[in-house]
Nanobody, 120 residues
Framework: QVQLVESGGGLVQPGGSLRLSCAAS????????LGWYRRPPGKQRELVAV???????NYADSVKGRFTISRDNAKNTVYLQMNSLEPEDTAVYYC??????????????WGQGTQVTVSS
């Protein structure tokens, strides 16, 4: 069993910042890629940012220069630092982790989602 638990969402004014966290626990042998998706209201899910096991990152054009993804391998945690937030960033944010379990299965696990609302 593997669990991903997200935290850090909330309501913020335009131009503000939030930091999302996603901690993995359970039968983990190793964690490979990590990332964040979001689903804006009434829209399809979109990829926000990814980080490889080696630390290489990639971002959606809409968040480049404003969002930063990072990982703490000792804590099995991925972060999303969001600065200069805009109303268009309002969405439910989901983390994922590509995990090799202790049983040597390679699976993608998902967090429960956390609401980010950018509004004045």
């Amino acid at each position: 069993q593997v669990q991903l638990v997200e935290s850090g969402g909330g309501l913020v004014q335009p131009g503000g910042s939030l930091r999302l966290s996603c901690a993995a626990s359970g039968s983990i042998f190793s964690i490979n890629g990590l990332g964040w998706y979001r689903r804006p209201p009434g829209k399809q899910r979109e990829l926000v940012a990814v980080i490889s096991s080696g630390g290489r990152t990639n971002y959606a054009d809409s968040v480049k220069g404003r969002f930063t993804i990072s990982r703490d391998n000792a804590k099995n945690t991925v972060y999303l630092q969001m600065n200069s937030l805009e109303p268009e960033d309002t969405a439910v944010y989901y983390c994922y982790a590509e995990i090799t379990t202790t049983g040597r299965d390679l699976l993608r696990y998902w967090g429960q989602g956390t609401q980010v609302t950018v509004s004045s």
